[in-house]
């Protein structure tokens, strides 16, 4: 075998190995040894700590939302800035599909051809689309809290994640947790309540 040859197949290995290596780092960790409720318990209390810490953030991803009677995938960008946020959703080619404003004072949402003020985001999405779309927990959903309140069922992996979250009519199903910096962060998970049902696929996380 030539040198030339030598070194383009190590070339190939060494890209083969960071494909497999990056698919690894996208999915959580678990070695699969069962630990005890105690030690679960001890580890999800050691990642809200972390969690809690960031209060800035931005994510990136795709959506697919259905509904009853319609169904369709749109980019999803939201950025938090402690209590102030923007979630962008957009359709096909960018066409804008919602655009969500909120803060102390109040929240905005805009469609294609109107704007609408008031206390929800909720009511207001609603109003606008029809869709049922709970923002305000989603905020805490998507980094894998409970939304504020003490009527949360959560049921744990074994690393201190969150596999499942129940709260307020709402099912969440954390599928992917992905390695953000420090911290493990949701990188795909479902949100179904009755008929609707929404896909969150993380492509990007930053805080």
Not at 105 to 133: A, C, K, N
Request: net charge positive.
């Amino acid at each position: 075998m030539g040198i030339d040859k030598y070194f383009s197949g190590l070339r190939v290995l060494l890209v083969l190995c960071f494909f497999i290596l990056s698919g690894c780092a996208s999915r959580t960790i678990d070695s699969g040894r069962q630990v005890s409720d105690e030690e679960k318990e001890q580890r999800w209390q050691r990642h809200q700590e972390r969690l809690g810490q960031i209060k800035s953030w931005e994510i990136a991803g795709r959506l697919n939302m259905r509904v009853p009677g319609r169904s369709g995938t749109m980019s999803l960008d939201w950025r938090q800035r402690a209590d102030e946020y923007k979630l962008f959703l957009d359709g096909p080619f960018g066409v804008t599909v919602a655009r969500v404003s909120g803060n102390r004072q109040g929240v905005s949402v805009s469609t294609s051809d109107e704007t609408r003020y008031g206390p929800s985001p909720e009511m207001l999405l609603y109003s606008l689309t029809g869709w049922q779309f709970p923002v305000s927990n989603l905020r805490y959903w998507v980094r894998g809290l409970p939304a504020p309140g003490n009527d949360a069922r959560i049921q744990l992996n074994n690393q201190g994640y969150p596999e499942k979250i129940e709260q307020q009519g709402w099912t969440v199903a954390y599928q992917q947790y992905g390695l953000s910096q420090s911290s493990r962060l949701p990188a795909r998970l479902t949100v179904t309540h009755g008929e609707v049902r929404l896909t969150l696929m993380v492509n990007s996380w930053k805080y």
